[in-house]
């Protein structure tokens, strides 16, 4: 029986013997030599927590990160966590080497039943790893564009999407609490990036017959993300925490948005910061 992407993922990493593992998607392939080609940049550096080859996405031909001849490495859980937040480095396990004992010995494993699982995974991973070596001389991955995968059927599939995107927002919220981060500015682009995924559940609910989801988890989430912006004293992101109610998250629908979340999410952080120096 196919229990899923998460439940195969767990599968191979319970039955991995290896010091690394790696993660492909199904519908996507390996270049020649890859895997030799990350693990050569392992013995020339000190064994990595983590090394990402650069990727090729097949959809408009483009590579991930911009051509370059040296590996690049990234120090320190807050550096690394930065890079993830600014989408530096992609949310995805795939075209990853990682320290199969990091994983085990900090239990992380991919959520099941949920679609996007992805993000919480990387969100446990990165808080746990030093070091990572970004490699993006070695094309070692084709990302196939597949518009039947999940990611490109998730409004199609809304509901499922919908519980996912609702599932994620709390266990990111959970983590979260878990931490004692003096940072203000890097606590604030840990909200940030918990926001971005509500904001896709609050998409879908927006375009959902509201008749076949869970409008009380929904809205439970909703109020638990909201009053725990308030009580950081987050003044411009409570503000903006407006946008999750009706009617005004249908804003998210307009090109002008949407065109320009990254800018916006720069934007807020930078006001945000300036709010707490005064």
């Not at 392992?42 to 051509?67: A, C, H, R, W």
């Amino acid at each position: 029986k196919n229990y899923g992407l998460s439940a195969a993922r767990n599968t191979g990493l319970a039955n991995a013997t290896g010091d690394y593992v790696f993660y492909i998607d199904s519908d996507d392939w390996l270049l020649p030599n890859t895997l030799q080609s990350l693990i050569d940049e392992l013995y020339k550096n000190q064994f990595e927590d983590m090394v990402i080859g650069n990727y090729i996405n097949k959809k408009n031909n483009s590579l991930f990160f911009p051509t370059s001849t040296e590996s690049i490495l990234l120090q320190r859980s807050d550096v690394i966590l930065k890079a993830l937040f600014k989408e530096i480095i992609n949310i995805n396990a795939w075209n990853k080497l990682i320290r199969r004992d990091i994983l085990i010995s900090s239990n992380i494993y991919f959520i099941d039943g949920i679609l996007f699982e992805d993000v919480p995974w990387s969100y446990d991973v990165y808080h746990k790893i030093d070091r990572i070596l970004v490699c993006p001389q070695i094309v070692s991955y084709s990302y196939e564009y597949n518009v039947n995968s999940i990611f490109n059927t998730a409004k199609s599939n809304y509901k499922k999407s919908l519980d996912s995107y609702i599932i994620i927002t709390n266990y990111l919220l959970d983590s979260l609490e878990y931490q004692n981060n003096n940072n203000v500015l890097f606590f604030v682009d840990e909200i940030i990036f918990i926001e971005r995924y509500f904001f896709k559940a609050t998409e879908l609910f927006s375009i959902s017959d509201r008749t076949n989801i869970d409008k009380q988890s929904f809205n439970k989430t909703r109020k638990r993300l909201v009053k725990y912006v308030i009580k950081n004293r987050l003044f411009f992101l409570s503000s903006a925490s407006i946008l999750f109610y009706y009617p005004f998250f249908y804003v998210q629908h307009l090109k002008l948005f949407r065109h320009n979340f990254h800018k916006i999410e720069r934007l807020v952080r930078n006001i945000e910061s300036f709010l707490h120096k005064l």
